[in-house]
C-alpha cells in the first residue's frame, strides 16, 4: 500500500513541474505583449498621428515604416518567383540526387544565421555600389525569405492526394501543365500560408539589414538604390542610445512592429494548424 | 528531350545553389589574408588590437566563438527542461480547449520579431536577473567559481543565455512536440494496461523519442548560436573568456554586428571578422547537417 502511495506521489509531483515548467515557457510571452504594449501604447498616444508619419526628429517613424514596407516588397518580388519555382522542384523530384540537394539546402538556409546573408550581400552588392541601398537590403531578405516559401510549397504539394495527379497524367498532359496548371492551384492556400508567414518573417529581421540597408530616417525612400530605414533597425539603433527619449521611441517603435507582425501572423495562424517555423 | 517544367523551374535551383556556393566563396576568400597573416592563431588566441599601422594589428576571435558557444549551451540547459515539460503538457495533459491556444502561442513566440526580445531584454530582463537573480547568487554563492564576477551592469553571458532559452523553447518544442505526438497509439494503450502512472508512462514514452530529443536540441543550439541582435544587446560586448556567468562577453554575430561597421578603417580587421563569420559558417553548417541527419533517421524509422 505505501509503494503505491509512493507512485502516486511521484505522479503528482510530476505533474505539477509540467505544468508549471509549461507556464514558465509560455511565461515570457505574456510579458513581452504586456511590456510593449504598457510602454509604447502612452508614447504613440501622446505624439498621436505623428508617430506614424512624422520623421525621427519630429518624434516620429514614417520613414521606417514606408521602408519595412518597401523592403518587404521587395525581397517578396525578388524571392517568392524563385522560392515557388524551387519548392516544386524538390516536390517533383525528392529521390534524385539534386533534389535531395535542394531539400537539404534549403533546411540549412533555413536555420542559417541571417548576420552573414548581410555581410555577404554587403560585399557582393553594397561595396560595388559604394552606398547602402533598399535594393541591397531587400536582396539580403529575400535570401532568408526564399527557403521558407520554398519549404511551405513543397510540404503543400506533397499533402495533394497522389490520385489527382494520376488522373491529371492520365489525360496525356505534359509534366509541366500537371504541375503549373493542376496541382500547383490546388496548392494555393498552403503557398499563400507560407508566403504570408515568409514576409510576416522578414518584415521583422534586423541582422541582414544591419549593413545593408543603411537606414534612413529624416525623409521618406525615394529610390531603391538609396539607403532606407526600418522599423527593427530604428529600434535596434535606438536601443543602444544612451538617452531615455530615444528608448521611449524604441518602446512606441515596438508596439507598431509587434502589430504588424501579429496582424499578418495570428490570421494565418488561426486559420491553419501547424507551421513549421 | 524537352521537359518545360524542368527547364522552368531548375534555373531557379541552380540560382539558390550558386548563391549558397557563393556565400562560401566570398567568406573565404575574404578571410585568406587573415590566415596569411596570423595562421591559425586567428582561431586560437583572444587578443583585438586594431591600429592604425597595419605591422601593429593583431586579431584573435577565440573569445567571440567561446561565448557563441558557451551562452548556446547555457539556452539549451534552460530550454530542454522547458521545452519537453511544454511538448507533454500540450500532447497528454492539456485541456482539449486549451492545447490549440498553447500551440499558436509557441508558434508566434518563435516566430516574432527578434528585435522585440532583445529590446525587452536590454531594457526588463537583464535589470530584472541583476537583482533578483545574479545579486543574490554573487552575495551567497560567490565562492562558486561560476558567480564569482561581480554582476554590476547585468549585460553578461547569463542575460543572453537566459533570452536565448526564452527564444528557442518554442522551436525546440515544436520538434520535439511533432515527434511525441507522432509516438503510436497502441504504445500508450499498452503501458497504461500495464498499470503504470502517467510519470512512469511519460518516461518509458520518452525514451522512445530520445533521438528527436537530440535533433531537436541540436537544431535550437543551431538557431541559438546564429541569433545577432537580442545577443548583441544584452552580452555586454566585451572580450572576456570565461566559465563566469556574470561577466560580460562576445559572440561571434554580435562582434560581426559592432565591429563591421567601421573594420574598413584597418586593414586586416575585416579579414579577422570574416575568418569569425567562417567560422561561425562552419559551426552552424556541421550542427544543422548532424541534427537534420540524426532527425530524419528517427522518422524514417518510425514510419517504417
Known sequence: ?277 | MGDAFKAMTFPAVLAVFILFAGMLFVYFTHAVPAFHRFGIDVYLKNVWIAAENPEDEIYGVAAAIWGSIYTSLIAIALALPLSISYSIFVVDYAPKWLKNPLIIISDIMAGLPTIIYGLWGALVLVPFLREHVMKPLHEHLSFIPLFSYPPTTGYSYFSAGVLLAIMITPFASAIIRGAYSMVPFTYREAVYALGATRFEATRLLLGYIRPAIVSGTILAFGRAIGETVAVSLVIGNTFNMTWELFAPGYTVSSLIANQFGNAFIYEYMTPALYAAGLALFAIGLAVNLLGLRILGRWEENVKA
Open chain 1, 1 to 277: 500500500m505505501s509503494r503505491l502511495n509512493a507512485r502516486k506521489l511521484k505522479e503528482k509531483v510530476f505533474l505539477a513541474c509540467v505544468g508549471a515548467l509549461t507556464f514558465l515557457a509560455i511565461l515570457p510571452l505574456f510579458h513581452i505583449i504586456l511590456t510593449v504594449t504598457a510602454k509604447g501604447l502612452p508614447v504613440i498616444a501622446e505624439r498621436g498621428g505623428k508617430f506614424i508619419t512624422g520623421t525621427l526628429s519630429e518624434g516620429g517613424i514614417g520613414p521606417a515604416v514606408a521602408g519595412t514596407f518597401l523592403l518587404t516588397f521587395l525581397s517578396a518580388l525578388l524571392g517568392l518567383p524563385v522560392a515557388f519555382l524551387v519548392g516544386l522542384y524538390a516536390y517533383e523530384f525528392p529521390n534524385s540526387t539534386i533534389g535531395r540537394w535542394t531539400k537539404t539546402l534549403l533546411q540549412i538556409m533555413l536555420e542559417f544565421p541571417t548576420i552573414l546573408v548581410g555581410v555577404f550581400v554587403m560585399q557582393v552588392l553594397v561595396v560595388p555600389m559604394g552606398t547602402y541601398s533598399a535594393i541591397a537590403g531587400a536582396l539580403a531578405l529575400a535570401i532568408i525569405l526564399t527557403p521558407y516559401v520554398a519549404v511551405y510549397t513543397h510540404e503543400a504539394m506533397r499533402e495533394i492526394p497522389f490520385t489527382y495527379r494520376e488522373a491529371a497524367f492520365s489525360l496525356g498532359l505534359t509534366r509541366a501543365k500537371v504541375l503549373f496548371r493542376v496541382l500547383a492551384p490546388m496548392a494555393k492556400r498552403g503557398v499563400l500560408t507560407g508566403v504570408l508567414i515568409g514576409l510576416a518573417k522578414v518584415a521583422g529581421e534586423t541582422a541582414p539589414l544591419l549593413f545593408t540597408a543603411g537606414g534612413l530616417y529624416e525623409s521618406y525612400p525615394h529610390s531603391v538604390t538609396k539607403p532606407v530605414g526600418a522599423i527593427p533597425l530604428l529600434i535596434y539603433q535606438l536601443v543602444q542610445s544612451p538617452s531615455k527619449a530615444d528608448h521611449l521611441t524604441a518602446w512606441g517603435a515596438s508596439l507598431v512592429l509587434l502589430l504588424i507582425f501579429l496582424g499578418i501572423f495570428v490570421p494565418i495562424r488561426l486559420s491553419l494548424r501547424e507551421v513549421k517555423l
